[in-house]
């Protein structure tokens, strides 16, 4: 597994590096030797954040979590990471290397989920707007997220509250 460890608002010591790839290697056994973790620290007033995101196979993986210091937030995070992939594993077992969950299955502690239970479907008129409207209309609706045609490139794109009070913005690349 290739391990990226980037800092924002700091440089991560050589230490918190050492300590990031021996954690990853908790998780390196679900993956093959192709998958990708970028692993951001940073610092802020009163705590300090890490967040790890795992690329394989065209899937994403990713944990965020606070903590009074890097390397705490950073085993909560690869703690988080495992839950994650435990819990969902029938769905990403495809995905992953064949033997992947072979030393969890004695003692695997998760109900498999076989169905999404998708209780509701709604239909949504897509006018475009700008992202400034986009916005606007989530913020109105109370809502966390909000499609919408973009009038910028005619994308179909989702602005979205991020829990750091700022907002975000997903435009689909059909790559």
Known sequence: MKITVIGRKCTPRDSFKERAEKRLRKVEKFFDTDAEAKVTATVEK????????????????????????????LDRCVDSLVRQIRKNKTRVEKKLHQDAFAAFDAIDTFEPEDEYDVIRSKEIALKPQSIEEAILQMNLLGHQFYVFLNSANDKVCVVYARNDGGYGLIIPDRD
């Open 46 to 73: 009163n705590s300090q954040s890490v967040e790890v995101t795992i690329f394989h196979s065209g899937m994403f993986f990713r944990a965020q979590e606070r903590a009074a210091n890097m390397n705490e937030a």
